[in-house]
């Protein structure tokens, strides 16, 4: 009996496990191939702690080649030009193409930094979006020190990814106060949300105090509905809005060090692809994670489309967590199995969120079951012991990684994370 072509297109953290758990689901009935630009996976969620020194790049990365070659996982690192679903084909780069009977989009997005005039690392600001952006950042950072300036953080209007923001601002604090230049550095947090702690997400538990209260503690001011209407070198043109869109104040805000999440759109591999992807380019699913046109095609991550938790003055998006985006991997490999015995798909994703803000003395965890409200848990608290189950989590999942394990791990994590406060839920 032949075996079925399994393509994944992407290997960051959902092609990367999507890889893993597919493999191991059908194992004798389905050859896999990865399809990435590039042969490393990087533990982004570090990204924060390269820009300031605390990680160097190496630290987080691993070699996939070798780990997918041990699993008898195909692996092509040329990267994707077109998605040809009609045909049931991927262009790649180098002109050749690669024929598929299923395919699942894991691509993440493209980061849009040119939708604002000035912005973006090979403009006037830098990332911690991709590891090189974060070492890049960190040179910066270095000068920056050398000579004190302010600073401005966040996140720009249309993103959907605001964990990481709030993570740098309280780890550039921490570390501007180790070296004893605090007080020299003044620091604006800019942000769509309509409040601080809403990530998106309408806020999980307490996240709206607790984060307020972490940034009066650290001085660091904050714009909220705000939208970035151009950046120049040292200065960030702001827009402030009323709660009906309406402009309320402009800001000028100067900076030596910037860095704002930028707003994500699909690739364009995919971007434009009748029935894959919406206008912006994120991949059409339904609850299966299964495309609703080409049913051969599943999707998870960051690249899929969400509708937002409810309207914002300024468009929020609704960020892809790693326990939503794990669940929608394990859905996505189970659906192939039922595929491969001649059923049709039942499993859906829970998309739950786990996250642990690391703060670099502290930090913020939540718990959200599901991650859009309403929800089953809906659970936030603070403490250093975030910043320790941060450095854990960073190592246990890279070990997970280097060693090609399919065993889903953000589960384990809510729970462990729930134990360390005593406290018990039911499903």
């Not at 009935?29 to 820009?51: C, H, L, M, Q």
């Not at 040292?234 to 030596?256: A, C, Q, Y």
């Not at 892809?320 to 595929?339: D, H, P, R, W, Y």
Request: proline share 7%; hydrophobic share 40%.
């Amino acid at each position: 009996m032949s075996q079925s072509h399994i393509v994944v297109l992407g290997a960051g953290l959902g092609g990367t496990i999507a890889a893993y758990e597919i493999r191991a689901a059908l194992k004798g009935k389905a050859r896999v191939t990865v399809i990435n630009k590039g042969e490393d996976y990087w533990f982004v969620p570090s990204n924060p702690w390269v820009a300031v020194g605390w990680r160097a790049p190496e630290a987080i990365r691993v070699h996939l080649p070798p780990v997918m070659a041990k699993h008898d996982i195909a692996y092509r690192s040329i990267g994707a030009r077109k998605v040809h679903p009609e045909s049931n084909r991927i262009e790649l780069n180098d002109d050749s193409f690669i024929d598929y009977d299923y395919l699942v989009i894991a691509t993440g997005p493209e980061l849009a930094f040119d939708e604002i005039e000035g912005f973006g690392p090979d403009r006037h600001t830098v990332s911690i979006c991709e590891t090189a952006h974060a070492a890049a950042a960190f040179a910066k950072f270095e000068e920056l020190c050398a000579n004190p300036r302010p600073i401005v953080v966040g996140a720009a209007q249309g993103a959907s990814c605001y964990g990481p923001a709030y993570e740098m601002a309280m780890t550039l604090d921490t570390e501007l106060k180790k070296r004893k230049i605090r007080d020299k550095v003044p620091m604006t947090f800019v942000t769509p949300e309509p409040y601080i702690g809403h990530l998106g997400l309408d806020g999980v538990g307490d996240t709206k105090g607790l984060l307020e209260s972490e940034m009066r503690n650290r001085h660091i001011k904050w714009i909220t509905n705000a939208k970035v209407s151009s950046v120049e070198d040292g200065m960030m043109h702001v827009i402030e809005v009323n709660d009906d869109g309406s402009e309320k104040k402009t800001h000028d805000l100067p900076f030596g060090w910037g860095m704002l999440m930028p707003p994500f759109r699909g690739v364009d591999a995919v971007m434009g692809v009748a029935g894959l992807s919406n206008p912006r380019g994120f991949i059409l699913t339904d609850k299966h994670q299964r495309n609703p046109t080409h049913r051969n095609i599943f999707a998870v991550g960051v690249c899929i489309a969400i509708p937002p938790v409810g309207p914002t003055p300024i468009p929020v998006g609704v960020p892809k967590t790693g326990f939503m985006i794990e669940s929608m991997v394990t859905a996505v490999a189970a659906n192939l199995k039922q595929l491969h015995e001649g059923k049709e798909p039942t499993h859906e994703a829970t998309w739950n969120a786990i996250c642990l803000a690391d703060f670099g003395d502290g930090g913020v965890a939540f718990v959200a079951k599901p991650q859009i409200p309403p929800r089953n848990v809906n659970w936030s608290s603070d403490g250093k012991w975030v910043h320790l189950a941060k450095i854990g989590f960073e190592k246990y999942f890279l070990r997970k990684v280097r060693r090609g394990e399919a065993e889903p791990f953000y589960e384990k994590l809510a729970l462990h994370v729930l134990g360390i406060e005593k406290l018990r839920f039911d499903d």
